[in-house]
């Protein structure tokens, strides 16, 4: 009897996965572009962490390269950690992730609430558009731009200091300057795009919300404070989350050409990526690189796992699983 009920209930199960696949076929069929793309561009390469347990060496093709590169075991994840740079890279990695989460939650919301309460709308899209045009610039032509202020000889900003008759400041070898310029070029270039991710958000809150508080005579920064902060909480644990498993990774671009790789700005501007790329660059070991970028995606699903819990544990509702 219970054999026949467990086929039965089988039957059913199979019946019903079926006739939810016919119902939703339209969707699946939306899906399936950016599923093979996903199977091709982040799963299939996945097979490529075997090469940071090997001492790889170049044959006729990958996979025999793969199979024919001796095994090392861990022996490619002692280069990060037995480097006397170890503590450098990992210190200014951190600290800098650190700042700009904080500023990349603050300074966005800040201006998507302002943005909200222009009146004016062709003003409002004016400096939204003023505000994402940054994020479509590469590093390599903001490091450009970048240059013509901070240039020893004909910079702008020396030539204003000369004319008053201060001294030029040699930017690309004084390193007490960068973290700070590293800092505001990185929100500059992109508060545009989390500001019209909030601002969206934002936009998407019932305006009865807003219409009930000024009839119970709200101000303008009680309605924020209550209303708008409360209901912009998910999107912001969402982003928090996300930017919290990037904190071992940083955007290349902005430390190693913003700075134009001067070794005189390497204690406060070499990072994990960068070191990774000048080893690989001046030893040509695949395996090193590739241990260093499987090591900084262990940490970040670690810190996304653990956040996530935190965050289940306050707030389950918003919690990403």
């Known amino acids: 009897m219970e054999n026949k009920k467990e086929k039965s209930n089988k039957a059913k199960n199979n019946g019903s996965f079926f006739k939810t696949l016919n119902r939703n076929k339209e969707l699946l069929l939306l899906t399936l572009p950016g599923t093979i793309w996903f199977l091709i561009s982040a799963y299939l390469p996945m097979f490529g962490v075997l090469i940071a347990f090997k001492n790889w060496q170049v044959h006729s093709n990958f996979l025999e390269s793969l199979i024919k590169s001796p095994f090392v075991g861990?022996?490619?994840?002692?280069?990060?950690?037995?480097?006397?740079?170890?503590?450098?890279?990992?210190?200014?990695?951190?600290?800098?992730?650190?700042?700009?989460?904080?500023?990349?939650?603050?300074?966005?919301?800040?201006?998507?609430?302002?943005?909200?309460?222009?009146?004016?709308?062709?003003?409002?899209?004016?400096?939204?558009?003023?505000?994402?045009?940054?994020?479509?610039?590469?590093?390599?032509?903001?490091?450009?731009?970048?240059?013509?202020?901070?240039?020893?000889?004909?910079?702008?900003?020396?030539?204003?200091?000369?004319?008053?008759?201060?001294?030029?400041?040699?930017?690309?070898?004084?390193?007490?300057?960068?973290?700070?310029?590293?800092?505001?070029?990185?929100?500059?270039?992109?508060?545009?795009?989390?500001?019209?991710?909030?601002?969206?958000?934002?936009?998407?809150?019932?305006?009865?919300?807003?219409?009930?508080?000024?009839?119970?005579?709200?101000?303008?920064?009680?309605?924020?404070?209550?209303?708008?902060?409360?209901?912009?909480?998910?999107?912001?644990?969402?982003?928090?989350?996300?930017a919290v498993g990037g904190m071992f990774r940083s955007d290349f671009g902005l430390f190693y050409q913003l700075p134009k790789d001067s070794g005189a700005l390497y204690p406060v501007t070499n990072v994990i990526d960068t070191y990774v790329y000048r080893a690989l660059a001046n030893l040509g070991n695949i395996g090193m690189s590739s241990a260093a970028a499987l090591y900084q995606s262990i940490v970040g699903l670690v810190l996304i796992l653990v956040t996530n819990g935190i965050v289940r544990k306050v707030d389950n509702e918003n919690a990403f699983f």
């Not at 009930?212 to 209550?226: E, F, H, M, N």
Request: charged letters at 15%.
């Open 74 to 242: 861990l022996d490619n994840f002692k280069f990060l950690f037995s480097s006397s740079d170890a503590w450098l890279i990992t210190r200014n990695t951190i600290l800098y992730n650190i700042v700009f989460i904080v500023l990349g939650i603050v300074l966005p919301v800040t201006l998507a609430i302002l943005l909200k309460e222009l009146h004016n709308k062709k003003l409002s899209k004016y400096f939204q558009t003023s505000m994402f045009l940054p994020y479509f610039l590469s590093w390599v032509v903001v490091s450009y731009c970048l240059y013509a202020f901070l240039s020893p000889d004909k910079g702008y900003v020396n030539s204003i200091r000369q004319s008053l008759g201060m001294e030029p400041i040699s930017w690309y070898t004084e390193s007490k300057y960068w973290p700070f310029i590293i800092i505001f070029m990185s929100q500059w270039k992109g508060v545009g795009y989390g500001t019209v991710v909030y601002l969206a958000s934002i936009c998407g809150i019932d305006k009865s919300y807003y219409e009930a508080a000024l009839v119970d005579g709200a101000t303008k920064w009680q309605q924020i404070k209550s209303i708008t902060i409360p209901l912009l909480k998910p999107v912001l644990i969402i982003m928090f989350i996300n």
